[in-house]
């Protein structure tokens, strides 16, 4: 029954190691998005897909790469973390440009 | 720019009420109110679309003046459950925004029995 699911829950990795976070939606919408949420609860959206095309590309460093294989999927691959990269990345969805479903987060803590 | 809420922090007793205010230097095309619990995702409450909008869900309710690029959530009665974290996400005017919303710094409201 979860809507926006995302993995995995908890990363911790070292410097220069490159990962990957998983994310799927099963309400049918047709836009989903990764967000950075940092230590002081500040939300930055990152990217964004609309039927699997980029539609937003904040700016954010060129390590940060998404791909969304389908509509209901878009993942997100990090190269050579950084310590700055520490954050909580949620993924969220949504019909079109209304309200956004949040999946739980991913914590990612580099170290 | 990110819009900016006010107060930062509020807390209440059981039963009182608040009001959070988000303003924006930029003409806007939506207002979005989130509510996100210590450790949790953030939660949907509403979405205002229009200048002068305001809705209601149960005791909590926001109204949105496009002209002043300012939107309030009033919270009336507030329970327990209503502690966390809002946040409010502005879309700006212009039809080129695609949904990216730009969120606040966030207001911390506390409920105490």
């Known amino acids: 029954d979860t809507a926006v699911s995302q993995t995995p829950k908890y990363l911790v990795t070292q410097m220069g190691n490159d990962k990957s976070i998983k994310c799927e939606q099963n309400l049918g919408h047709d836009t989903m998005y990764w967000y950075k949420q940092d230590s002081k609860k500040f939300l930055k959206i990152m990217f964004s897909y609309n039927n699997k095309e980029l539609i937003i590309n904040e700016t954010v460093p060129n390590r940060f790469s998404p791909k969304s294989p389908d509509k209901a999927h878009l993942n997100l691959h990090i190269n050579s973390l950084e310590l700055g990269d520490s954050a909580v990345y949620f993924c969220a969805s949504s019909r079109h440009t209304g309200e956004q479903y949040f999946g739980p987060g991913t914590r990612l803590t580099v170290t | 720019q990110q819009p900016v809420q006010s107060p930062q ?6 039963g009182e009420d608040a009001v959070i205010n988000c ?64 946040f409010c996400g502005t879309e700006d005017a212009g039809g080129t925004s695609y949904g990216k919303l730009t969120f606040g710094q966030g207001t911390i409201l506390t409920v105490h029995p």
């Open chain 2, 23 to 86: 303003s924006s230097s930029k003409a806007l095309y939506s207002v979005h109110w989130y509510r996100q619990k210590h450790g949790e995702a953030p939660v949907f409450l509403m979405i205002l679309l229009k200048g002068g909008e305001q809705k209601g869900h149960e005791k909590i309710s926001a109204s949105f003046n496009e002209k002043k690029q300012q939107s309030s959530l009033y919270l009336t009665a507030s329970q327990l459950s209503y502690s966390g974290t809002y």
């Open chain 2, 9 to 14: 922090a509020v807390i209440l007793r059981e």
